[in-house]
């Protein structure tokens, strides 16, 4: 395989869940999706309207934040939407993700791997995928 042809494909880590989350959650495979959007892109990058119908239906609970900070392009204040979406069954992933999150609000710029493979286990992602995506960040 050519350089430039294995530059383009996905990191096995990325998936399998990456597009697939409605999909997996439908399934009882994936019981915790996450979503970060900037407000101000319009384009819908999951299917929201899709999952919030499985929220009304009782399948699903949704969890929205809206944060605001300063956007390191423009040094402008801007906000974005952090969205989780869980299994009834299992609803009470969003507030452990929540805390995984709080934690790195108070922890200030950077990651922890030790955070990532919580963050990984509540997500449903394979071990060895999240190890992956941690050596990936340890890489940069």
Known sequence: ????????????????????ELELMLAGTKHLSFFYLEVGFEREIFPERQFDIEVAKGLFVK??????????????????RNILYATASEAWRIPAMRMIQDIYMRMGPGWRPDL?????????YDPQDVEAFIESLIKR
């Open 116 to 124: 990532e493979r919580i963050k990984g286990a509540l997500l449903g």
């Open 1 to 20: 395989m050519s350089e430039k042809a294995r530059g383009s494909r996905k990191p096995k880590f990325l998936g399998p869940h990456e597009g697939r």
């Open 63 to 80: 969890d929205e934040r809206i944060e605001e900070f300063i956007s390191r392009e423009t040094n402008e204040p801007t906000s974005a």
